[in-house]
Structure formats: C-alpha cells, structure tokens
C-alpha cells in the first residue's frame, strides 16, 4: 500500500504499517453508517446531568495474531462493549514469524456477520490485484453484504510483498500497483451495479459477466493511503481513507480532499478511519506487543517491507526496540481518553489495534472506562 518507486526502492510515502516509525497513513470512507457519532444510547449519566449520544469507536482484528474462533469472539465482546466498527487485517502472512497466524479473513467477517447485530465491519485492507481478481472480491463482499445489510465495507490497497510477491510471484512498481487499484475498483464497483459486465482493462478482463445475488446497496469501499497520490486516488475513486499511526497527516489529509473534490464528492461527508495501537498495561505486556511488532520501528530506510519471507522480517527488525512512541500505554484512562479524542476532534474513527497476548482486557477497558467519555 506504500507508494514506492520499485520493490524494495526508495518510498515516497511509507507502507500502511510502517508509520509508526516514519509518520502516519490516512483512511477514510462514506460507509453506510459509519460516521464520527452514532445515535445509540449511552452509558447512564447522573441525575440531572444531560444524557449524550454514545460516540463510536472501531476494533482491529488482528489475524497476524490470533486463530478465527478467537478473532470472532473478540467481535462479539467488542460489540457488547460499546465498539460500533470492527476491521479485520487480510493477510496470506504475518508480518513477523512470530505473531503466528493469518487466517482468511473473509470467512472470519462471514462467521462476525452472525455473531454480531450493528456493528459495521470490514476488511483494513485487501488487495484486489495480485492474489485476489476483482471480481472474486467483488462477489465475495457482495454475500458479505447480504449477510448483514448496511453494515459491511470493503477496505483495499495496492498490496504488499509478504502477501503478494509471496502468493503470487508478483509484485510491481508502484505506479503499475496504483493503476491496478483503480482498474479493480472501477472493475468492482460495475459488477455491484447488476448489469452484465464485459470488461476490457489493461490488468483484468471479463467476459459477459453478472453477479446474481447482491445486497440493496452495495457496500462502501475505503482506500487505504501511505502517500499523496494514494490518497488523492482514495479521494477520487473510493468512498473513504484508511490511515495508522495514531493521527491524520495534514499533507494526505489534503491530498485526500483534493481527490474527492476532483470527482465531484464532498471530502467532509467521507469518514477517516485512523488505527491506534493500545496497550493496556506495562512491562510484560508491552514486551509482549512490541517484540511482535518491532519491525515499525525499523528505520525508515530499511527494505523490510520488500521482503515476502515474515521470518526474514524479523530477523532484520530491531531486537529490543522502544514502543513506537505513538502507541498509547498504560492503564490509565485519561491517557487513552484523551488520544482517542483527539482523533475524533480532527473529525477521523479511532480503531484501536490491541496488540498484547490478552485484547479483552482492552476492550472490557475502552468499554467500562473510554468509550463512555468520548464525545464530538
């Protein structure tokens, strides 16, 4: 998802994954009821004390992580909880060896699809270009979005090695991964419209196509962006921009905006979507998140993200490594208040990433103790 001039050349904008370390991705999108508020009701105020609209947080699945059964579970708890949006990372591999899984995420969201009744959900992100065809996506979140109506979104990007190249043997400069994206997108979008669709593109054909069972409104698709002309493409062609990092670059941020105004949309009506990653606790549990996840703080140099092979990214990752100085520590309430605030108050949907052994002690946290004080 990173733009880069060729695999493993310099980046001008840095992966999804990698802005920990270097800076921060933006994602947005116009999800069918994914906005910044939402109109369930809140937690019990005091007497005599106005009540306010619960504000709507998102949760990261994370299958470099955990098994499918367990991913589920975490689903249903987030929703009890008071999380209104789910993602769930669509990997073929890990990032590193040592996070241990990567399940397919699709049938994940076909399993949360049942387990769950309002929360939205998604994948941050596919891509629909190497190892994926268009029109596998396109039919696959189409049933998605019949199992659960207006609650389903598509998240995608232009790829990366350790999926890719690994899958498929492929893996091409960036400005050939950027004009595959738009081509899958346009490629989707024209078979979620019920028409037969005979497509002739430079990277995908179909011939006489149609898809026969498609939701009353398709799905959202959210672009994730790592630099200006990912995020002017997620403007003009998607309904949203994915980012991590903790916040939204003011520079994408524009480039976003100028994007969508170029297609004729209003940027302010297409939701961004920011991951955060959270601890809650100290020492052992941050050990524990960091030494799976110590290749975002790589230097920014560092050709890891060209690698196919999650043992050789782990290999070459920093071992011992601080905590990426924006993940958010500790159990303390006010701290984690008050970073998801802040994301909420520069108008994105915090999705909060919990990357230690145990992520219920998060969300049973964010639900009894953040998510209450949130507000817009």
Known sequence: MDERDGLGGPA?????????????????????GLTATCSSPAPSSPVGAPARAQVKVGFV?????????ELVDFAAAAEQ???GYLWASDHLQPWQDNEGHAAFPWLTLGLVSQRTRTVTFGTGVTCPTYRHHPTDVAQAFATLAGLAPGR???????????????????????RERHDRLIEAITLIRRLWSGQRVSFRGRYFQTEQLRLY?????PPPI?????????????GQYGDGWITVGGRVDPGLRTAFEQGARAAGKDPAKMPILVESFVVVGEGPDVNYAVQRWRFLAAPPTTRLLSQPNPVTIEQLSPQAPEPPTWWVRGTEPAVHIAAAQ????????PFIHAPQADPRRVIDFYGQRVLPQLHI
Do not use: C
């Not at 001008?12 to 069918?32: D, E, F, I, Y």
């Not at 802040?342 to 949907?349: N, P, Q, R, V």
């Open 12 to 32: 001008q904008a840095l992966s999804r994954r990698n802005v920990g370390a270097w800076g921060a991705l933006a994602v947005g999108g116009a999800v069918t």
């Open 61 to 69: 699945l994370s299958h470099e992580q955990f098994p499918t059964m």
């Open 81 to 83: 909880a008071g999380f």
């Open 152 to 174: 389903t979104f598509l998240g995608v990007g232009t790829g990366e090695a350790v999926n890719e190249l690994a899958g498929t043997g492929r893996f091409g400069r960036y």
């Open 213 to 217: 069972d498609l939701p009353k409104q």
């Open 222 to 234: 959210y672009v994730a962006a790592g630099g200006p002309k990912s995020a002017t493409l997620a």
């Open 342 to 349: 802040k994301l909420l108050d520069a108008g994105a949907i």
